[in-house]
C-alpha cells in the first residue's frame, strides 16, 4: 500500500477492561467489604475472633497431621534409636509444643521472648543433632 504508514502503539500497561484486572478489583472490592462489616457491624470484632481460632486450629491440626505422616514414614530410624536419644527428641518435641502453647506468658514479661527464643533454639537444634546423628553413618 503506497500511501499508508503504520503508526506503532504504545501501552504502558495491562487494559484496564482485561479479565484479570477485573478479577483483582472485585477480590479487592469483597476484603474490604468483609473489613468494614468486621469493623462497623456490632459483633464483627467477635465473628473475627472466632474466624481467627478456626484458622489457627486448622493449621495446628495440619501440623499434627505432619507429625503423624513424619513419625509414620520415619518408624526404622526412630527403632534404632536408644533410649536417651528417643527420649531428647520426644522431649525437644513436647518443649516445642510447650512453647508455643506458653507463648503468651513468656510474651507478658520482659526478656521472656528472649529466653522463648532461645529454648525454641534449643529443641530444634536438640532435634537436629538427634537426627543428624541417627541418620549418618559411623
Known sequence: MPGFVATPVFRCGPDLESPAVLQNIRNIAIIL??????????????????????????????????????????????????????????????GIALLTVAYDDFQSWEGGVVLWIALMAACIAGIFLIWRSATTYS
Open 33 to 94: 467489604a468483609l473489613a468494614a462489616a468486621v469493623d462497623f457491624l456490632p459483633g464483627g470484632g467477635n465473628a473475627a475472633a472466632a474466624v481467627l481460632t478456626a484458622l489457627s486450629m486448622a493449621f495446628f491440626a495440619a501440623i499434627a497431621w505432619l507429625l503423624f505422616r513424619v513419625y509414620n514414614e520415619q518408624q526404622l530410624t526412630l527403632s534404632t534409636l536408644t533410649d536417651a536419644r528417643k527420649a531428647g527428641l520426644f522431649g525437644a518435641v513436647g
